[in-house]
């Protein structure tokens, strides 16, 4: 007998049918899987620049907070440096200072009581101004502290003794008599005194002395300080009223006075 298939004619399948539908099966879920891990991928890297935009904000926030509270203590730096500052000003000054208190001491301890000045001029360098006045030429010869007298005294021997006394002051390394000189007789006869001296008489020198001091060390130790009237800046016009530059010099203890004279004279003999 022959066989006779019953199934219709559009709904047969032939030999590969099974296989055609089995691999478009394949196909569509290849193709899904493919979606499914990029779509994965898609998603990762999406969180990894959200979480790396998320950081660099935090960096940012951290960075500006940061800066916020260097900005409020910029004042202290400042005032940090301004301190440092001030205190390299401080120590300047006090590496320059000069005693002219222990100047005006030992000034008044070696003039001799027959010598009266009328002008004396102070400066620690020699390119300091002088207020209403200029300073003698003999000053610019050293650049350290120094004081230019001018006064009277009752001879040429006496202006010679009184640069010998200036010489022993305490710290003096230069002693520079730029003048001395006595009024003629036709100037003396007409002078009424005025801001001379001389005050009119032939027979007193008016000299004018300029003398240095070293320059002393930041840390040396200060003298005792004498009361700062030994040498008035202004004489009087006679000998009698001017003798007061020496009376403070004699005026200093016994015991002082030994020793400084000791000092004194170790210090002439020395120059």
């Not at 539908?21 to 959200?50: E, M, N």
């Not at 009266?116 to 003698?136: E, H, K």
């Amino acid at each position: 007998m022959r066989a006779v298939n019953l199934i219709p004619a559009e709904d047969r399948r032939g030999p590969g049918g099974a296989s055609k539908s089995g691999g478009a099966v394949y196909a569509v879920l290849g193709t899904l899987a493919l979606l499914v891990v990029l779509t994965a991928a898609w998603a990762l890297a999406g969180k990894s620049v959200t979480d790396k935009r998320a950081q660099l904000t935090r960096v940012e926030r951290d960075a500006a907070t940061a800066e916020a509270q260097g900005a409020g203590l910029s004042d202290y730096s400042s005032f940090a440096s301004l301190r440092e500052r001030r205190v390299q000003t401080v120590t300047s000054i006090a590496g320059s200072r000069f005693d002219w208190s222990h100047a005006m001491h030992e000034l008044g301890r070696v003039l001799p009581s027959n010598v009266w000045l009328t002008s004396m001029t102070g400066t620690v360098t020699s390119t300091t101004a002088v207020d209403g006045g200029t300073q003698n030429g003999l000053r610019s010869s050293l650049p350290g502290p120094a004081i230019d007298l001018v006064g009277c005294t009752t001879s040429q021997d006496e202006v010679a003794r009184v640069v010998t006394r200036l010489r022993l002051i305490d710290g003096v390394i230069r002693v520079a008599l730029a003048s001395s000189a006595k009024a003629d007789t036709t100037s003396a006869a007409s002078s009424n005194g005025g801001g001379d001296c001389r005050a009119g008489s032939s027979n007193f020198p008016q000299f004018e002395v300029v003398v240095f001091f070293e320059t002393p060390p930041a840390a040396s130790a200060s003298a005792p300080a004498a009361p700062a009237t030994a040498a008035p800046a202004s004489g009087s016009a006679a000998p009698a009223s001017g003798s007061t530059a020496a009376a403070s010099g004699s005026a200093a203890p016994g015991s002082a006075s030994s020793s400084t004279a000791q000092t004194a004279s170790s210090t002439g003999a020395a120059r």
